[in-house]
């Protein structure tokens, strides 16, 4: 490649870094201080808002995951508390659901999680009904939904849901089958196994108190 040439490339590429870096920082602030939760649906906002409207420049979702992080530490002073309340939420939460496998998955393990966020918890059982009833038995005023979620490459699948509240704080619990154990399920940010946490671990967080890394299963 001629210098010239070179140089205008190398020119492109810094511009177009810049604006998925613009980008991603504005997607992750519209999450933070607008409570949107998808990460797709922030993206498009935001190159809307920014006037950018090549596909070339759109951040991948761990980019946009990677600036809400940052957005946290600089402007989210009560981020801190709001993760650590929601991480004992959780565990209380697994204690009551010890029977189905919980895993703690979502912003809450990751340490993106805002005054917004739900603890999300995945539960494990071949007869998804036995969730139902066992709100049903405790009296918790669950609402029933569902979730489509990608088991792997080649398999995806509806999942029953509840949300329901406790302590004032939101939950949302997705019922899985027994064998998912083995593999989580494919992570919406980067299409890899979603990172989840036994009891022990969230125990181990909470002991860190920071938003660090676990030693996910």
């Known amino acids: 490649m001629r ?10 590429q810094s511009r177009l870094r810049e604006r998925r870096e613009r980008l991603a920082g504005e997607a992750a602030r519209l999450m933070a201080e607008s409570g949107i939760a998808d990460y797709h649906q922030a993206k498009l906002k935001a190159a809307q808002r920014l ?5 070339a ?6 980019e946009i995951e990677a600036a809400l992080r940052q957005y946290q530490r600089l402007f989210g002073r009560d981020v801190a508390d709001e993760l650590q309340r929601r991480r004992e939420a959780a ?3 697994m204690r009551f659901f010890r029977h189905f496998e919980p895993r703690l998955v979502g912003p809450v393990l990751e340490g993106t999680a805002d005054a917004r966020s739900p603890v999300m918890l995945h539960l494990h059982a071949d007869d998804a009904d036995a969730v139902g009833r066992f709100f049903d038995e405790h009296d918790v005023p669950a609402q029933s939904r569902s979730r ?5 490459r080649h398999r995806d699948g509806e ?3 509840w949300v329901f509240s406790a302590d004032g704080l939101p939950f949302d619990v997705t019922v899985l089958p027994l064998d998912v154990l083995r593999q989580a399920p ?5 299409e890899k ?23 996910y299963t």
């Open 51 to 55: 006037g950018i409207r090549d596909d």
């Open 186 to 190: 494919l992570s919406p940010v980067d």
């Open 159 to 161: 999942f029953p849901t």
């Open 57 to 62: 420049s759109l951040p991948r979702n761990s």
């Open 193 to 215: 196994p979603m990172r989840r946490a036994s009891a022990a671990q969230v125990r181990q967080l909470l002991a860190g108190a920071g938003s660090g890394d676990a030693v």
């Open 148 to 152: 489509r979620l990608r088991l792997d």
């Open 3 to 12: 210098p010239a040439r070179q140089h205008a490339h190398q020119h492109a």
């Open 91 to 93: 565990l209380e939460a």
